[in-house]
């Protein structure tokens, strides 16, 4: 039929498909994306990220207009010019006149936005979220023009969110039936902008975080019971390792949601991290795959994952962590220091990611985003404000320029020692391991190391794992 020749579980009633800015960001990649959705059998919910690179630029450019930097200007005109290109390239004449009078009035409010920062000299949050919204709402726009048996839904519309501490977080109830409402029915296919949104009671533009484009997509297929997710990358699959620092990784056959909820929670970009959970509580499998190379088989991740008994799937690091110390004597009761440090910090929204071992027994570490670090230890001096003064908690410490490197896989319970000899592998490399997590996890080894040595970790334990 088409140029895919799909699985049978993917031929099927329903499948949402999200292309990323890596998918969209040249009129070439583009015409792949519409030779891919017009091959496909089944209804499809098409989900599609801002031109590639522009959302970066979006925000470089409103940081220069806040500035006071006048060639704000220049930037946005490029930019105009950018779509105006791959519009010609990509649309057919006889649509493309409704195509550029439909991205005008977008134009004009991006210029009218940067023109406001530029005036005020400062950036607010959501204005910066109504400027980087463009983004996804032109290429949508785009998309959808340049398929013509599609039809374009409005994420603002659908895509609903909520504040939780100083977070914009999906609001799932409301966004679930809107999707349902918005776009159960027909006629298919529908194109939508990924990762934009808007606050559930003000109406506010906002968004679900950079690289959000793959949740939303994972909320469609969630909300409509699509038969399979499918996430079109630049990529052919879901590999052991990131191969931009590892140049022999492997695409990954098959993997288990928990494999690849752990690799995208320590780092592994190709899917944003909430994305999971949505299609994994639904039971509904995920296939990664490359636009440029539509033929390539990819990566099933589905809760039964055939991986022939192998140990580890695959290796990621996350970078820009920071390690929380705190030492004296009340520290070696683990259960009650976790207990109210782990509490005191949830009531402010923050998330204490991995414990960490540490050899002294009057010492309990745990890591954290670096972004999260002065925070956590305001609160955590609050919160222990009668043992610093007794000195029962002798210092609260903070280390940061860290990463979180983690090594994953369904089986790794079975080989116990496997620890020890990653640890042995590291050291001869000369990479120090400053703290592994505390309790071995079912499926996922973790160490911390220096920011500076990421690289050359991943390199020596991709190649122990995957080499020899
Ligand atoms: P998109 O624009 O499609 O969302 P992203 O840049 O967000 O693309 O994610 C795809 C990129 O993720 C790949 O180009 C690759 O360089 C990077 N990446 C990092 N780790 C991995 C991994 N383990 N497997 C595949 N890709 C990875
Ligand atoms: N365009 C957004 C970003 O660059 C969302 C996405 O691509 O998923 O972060
Ligand atoms: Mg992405």
């Not at 100083?166 to 999707?179: F, G, M, R």
Request: glycine share 6%; proline share 4%; charged share 25%.
């Amino acid at each position: 039929m088409g140029i895919l020749s799909l699985p049978k579980e993917e031929t099927n009633r329903m499948i949402v498909l999200k292309f990323g800015g890596t998918s969209v960001g040249t009129a070439e990649s583009l015409k792949n994306v519409k030779k891919i959705v017009e091959s496909l059998d089944s209804d499809a919910i098409v989900v599609v990220s801002a031109l590639g690179g522009l959302t970066d630029r979006l925000i470089a450019t409103a940081k220069k207009a806040a500035s006071g930097d006048s060639s704000y200007v220049e930037d946005f005109e490029a930019m105009a010019k950018r779509h105006f290109d791959i519009i010609e390239d990509v649309v057919h004449p006889a649509t493309a006149p409704s195509t550029l009078n439909a991205i005008a009035p977008l134009l004009g409010e991006l210029r009218r936005l940067y023109d406001g920062v530029s005036l005020i000299a400062d950036l607010p949050e959501r204005t910066l979220a109504q400027i980087v919204s463009l983004g996804e709402r032109m290429s949508s726009v785009i998309v959808a023009d340049m398929i013509p048996a599609a039809h374009h839904a409005n994420s603002l519309d659908i895509i609903k969110t909520e504040k939780w501490f100083d977070k914009n977080i999906a609001s799932t109830d409301i966004t679930e039936s809107l999707i349902r409402k918005h776009l159960s029915s027909g006629p298919y296919p529908i194109i939508m902008g990924g990762f934009i949104s808007a606050d559930k009671d003000s109406g506010e533009i906002t968004n679900l975080g950079r690289g959000g484009s793959d949740y939303t997509a994972a909320l469609v297929a969630a909300a409509l019971n699509a038969d399979v997710l499918q996430i079109w990358t630049d990529v052919d699959g879901f590999l052991t390792a990131d191969p931009r620092i590892v140049k022999d990784a492997r695409v990954i056959d098959e993997m288990s949601f928990v494999e690849s909820m752990d690799l995208c929670t320590f780092g592994a970009k190709v899917i944003y991290p909430p994305t999971i959970y949505p299609v994994f509580h639904k039971n509904i499998p995920i296939r990664i795959l490359n636009t440029h190379r539509p033929e390539a088989p990819g990566t099933f991740i589905s809760d039964h994952s055939n991986n022939d008994g192998r140990l580890v799937a695959g290796v990621s690091a996350l970078r820009n962590e920071a390690i929380i110390t705190l030492r004296g004597h009340f520290a070696s009761d683990k259960s009650r220091v976790s207990g109210r440090a782990f509490n005191a910090l949830s009531l402010k929204g923050l998330t204490p990611h991995l414990v960490a071992h540490s050899d002294s027994l009057n010492a309990f570490s745990f890591v954290v985003s670096e972004a999260e670090a002065f925070q956590t230890v305001r609160l955590l001096k609050e919160e222990f404000a009668p043992e610093l003064v007794d000195r029962s908690i002798e210092v609260i410490e903070m280390k940061n320029c860290l990463a979180s490197l983690a090594v994953v896989g369904d089986n790794i319970k079975s080989a116990p020692d496997l620890t020890t000899r990653l640890e042995e592998v590291l050291e001869n490399s000369g990479i120090k391991v400053i703290a592994k997590a505390k309790e071995a996890s079912e499926t996922n080894i973790t160490f911390v190391i220096e920011d500076s040595d990421v690289n050359s970790a991943l390199q020596s334990l991709h190649a122990e794992l995957f080499n020899s």
